[in-house]
Nanobody
Framework: QVQLVESGGGLVQPGGSLRLSCAAS????????IGWFRQAPGKEREGVSC????????YYADSVKGRFTISRDNAKNTVYLQMNSLKPEDTAVYYC?????????????????WGQGTQVTVSS
């Protein structure tokens, strides 16, 4: 059974950092596409970053480029999202998602399995 569990969210001041984790079970992450998405209240879910399972290429939304970094630790079957220089507009529930079709996937509909989400709040 494929399962994704996010952790690492919380309350942080503007300019602070958080590292989100997405632990996978029931399958091996190595060749799967992984994406991070977020959804703020009253807004649509948006893609934040993704990493390809085929060539390791990465993608970042313009709003997070240069501040967020996606990475994967295959030995731990976990994907991370390092978030630096956080802004209030980064406040949202963050979700990780995966799909066995390993190529880079930027859109939510391209992902088959989803985690339950973790809340990130950036506020002073």
């Amino acid at each position: 059974q494929v399962q994704l569990v996010e952790s690492g969210g919380g309350l942080v001041q503007p300019g602070g950092s958080l590292r989100l984790s997405c632990a996978a079970s029931g399958f091996t992450l190595d060749y799967y596409a992984i994406g991070w998405f977020r959804q703020a209240p009253g807004k649509e879910r948006e893609g934040v970053s993704c990493i390809s399972g085929t060539d390791g290429s990465t993608y970042y939304a313009d709003s997070v480029k240069g501040r967020f970094t996606i990475s994967r630790d295959n030995a731990k079957n976990t994907v991370y999202l390092q978030m630096n220089s956080l802004k209030p507009e980064d406040t949202a529930v963050y979700y990780c998602a995966t799909d066995p079709r390993g190529g880079p996937r930027r859109m939510a509909y391209e992902y088959t399995f989803w985690g339950q989400g973790t809340q990130v709040t950036v506020s002073s």
